[in-house]
């Protein structure tokens, strides 16, 4: 019947479509090729720049706390379990007090790790330009060019020993706050739920930093516990 011609010759052929899409796709194999590539090496710079970050941990269980029955004889004292004293130990373990003692025990002031003024300079071109020529500057431009308008600095202005000691201690207490902060960010204090243990997490760049935090943290708050029982007893 004539509809039928008619449909058949308004029906798209397939195989000349996917003729087509096949000689594009060869007409541009340079270029797809090429965006490949340029998106695969884009990842492999990026992923090789990426510090890894490493997690250790340590569980404590937590004594429950003891409070009398009613009813009972109060001279002894029954193991009740509450769900508020795994919340009030994990505070007192993340805790800037402890976290203090951390890092003195740690001794992190003199760790490059956590003391930027420990570290090696970063060796650079633009680096290696810039720093030069601020110090030539410094000197040449800036520091006569004060004292033409200002005149030279007057000695008797500097700082006695005494002031010059309190501001040493004073940046010796901020490189510590600095540093305790630091310490706090890479800690994790986790409380379960149903149970009296306390997961203690901690992250760095450095593995062996990773399970040095987690331990000390632990080492700390127990060593607080007891000392805070033998205070109790005396």
Do not use: C, H
């Not at 998106?39 to 992923?47: C, E, R």
């Not at 410094?138 to 000695?155: H, N, Q, R, T, Y």
């Amino acid at each position: 019947p004539m509809w039928q011609r008619w449909a058949k010759a308004d029906a798209p052929d397939d195989s000349l479509s996917i003729r087509r899409i096949l000689g594009v796709l060869r007409r541009r194999a340079i270029l797809i090729a090429g965006i490949a590539v340029l998106v695969t090496s884009i990842a492999a710079v990026w992923v090789s720049q990426l510090t890894p970050l490493y997690v250790a941990q340590a569980q404590l269980v937590v004594s429950p706390a003891r409070t009398p029955d009613i009813g009972a004889d109060p001279l002894t004292p029954t193991l009740a379990p509450d769900f508020w004293t795994n919340e009030t130990e994990a505070a007192i373990i993340g805790s800037r007090e402890l976290a203090r003692k951390a890092v003195e025990r740690l001794n992190l002031v003199n760790s490059p790790l956590y003391n930027a003024s420990l570290r090696p300079p970063e060796r650079g071109l633009v680096r290696s330009i810039v720093g030069p020529l601020k110090a030539f500057v410094s000197d040449m431009i800036v520091k006569p060019a004060k004292e033409f308008l200002f005149g030279a600095p007057d000695a008797a202005t500097d700082p006695s020993p005494a002031q010059a000691a309190q501001t040493a201690d004073n940046r010796q207490e901020m490189l510590v706050d600095s540093i305790v902060a630091a310490y706090v960010g890479g800690l994790s204090v986790v409380p379960q739920d149903r149970s009296r243990i306390i997961t203690v997490q901690y992250r760095s760049t450095d593995p062996e930093m990773a399970a040095l935090g987690a331990n000390t943290a632990a080492e700390v708050y127990i060593l607080d516990q007891l000392s805070v029982k033998g205070e109790a007893r005396s």
